[in-house]
T-cell receptor, first 114, second 115 residues
């Protein structure tokens, strides 16, 4: 299995809703990432988990809450989002101790906040 | 801080011809990696090719090859025999070695392939 699977593919939520994005990989990668991507822009790093521990938080607002329950699964919990949070959310994974092999990305969740 | 610059917001190429996408980067590090990622309308970022800074030989993957000029800090991507399926946004990316985890992307080049 050489894929990163993200669900759902599309999500529409109100500003008072709580929802979660899910990301799963079975490649044995021990680093997992959340990125936010606006249209026609490069991805922006949000969070990095290394060996199931939060390694990097790029000053992301607390309405985004990541969770890494195990080495294969990464969640992003969403609460009280704003319309400007509408974007494509990409999950990625990589071998934690072998930099040069690149990241494997999922197809993303297209989030619309109304 | 490391920066990655893609000076061509859009490029176009005729099917079966060759196109070169430019990328320059700025770093003071000696241990780093460079990547080209492709993002078609399907949204998934796909790794096209990678280069290790300490390797002088240019990386090649089938129709894709790079021209890595370390002293000039240049990392261009050449696509030969362009196909309709090559149409996508292409991002150049830099990663400092040492489990840094912070992949720095350029702004991207939108490639159109004309039949």
């Amino acid at each position: 299995d050489t894929e990163v699977t993200q669900t759902p593919k599309h999500l529409v939520m109100g500003m008072t809703n709580k929802k979660s994005l899910k990301c799963e990989q079975h490649m044995g990668h021990r680093a997992m990432y959340w990125y936010k991507q606006k249209a026609k822009k490069p991805p922006e790093l949000m969070f990095v988990y290394s060996y199931e521990k939060l390694s990097i938080n790029e000053s992301v607002p607390s309405r985004f809450s990541p969770e890494c329950p195990n080495s294969s699964l990464l969640n992003l919990h969403l609460h009280a989002l704003q319309p400007e949070d509408s974007a494509l959310y990409l999950c990625a994974s990589s071998q934690a101790d072998r930099d040069g092999y690149g990241y494997t990305f999922g197809s993303g969740t297209r989030l619309t906040v109304v | 801080a490391q920066t990655v610059t893609q000076s061509q917001p859009e490029m176009s190429v005729q099917e079966a011809e060759t196109v070169t996408l430019s990328c320059t980067y700025d770093t003071s590090e000696s241990d780093y990696y460079l990547f080209w990622y492709k993002q078609p309308p399907s949204r998934q970022m796909i790794l096209v090719i990678r280069q290790e800074a300490y390797k002088q030989q240019n990386a090649t993957e089938n129709r894709f090859s790079v021209n890595f000029q370390k002293a000039a800090k240049s990392f261009s991507l050449k696509i030969s025999d362009s196909q309709l399926g090559d149409a996508a946004m292409y991002f150049c990316a830099y990663l400092r070695g040492g489990s840094n985890y912070k992949l720095t992307f350029g702004k991207g080049t939108l490639l159109t392939v004309n039949p």
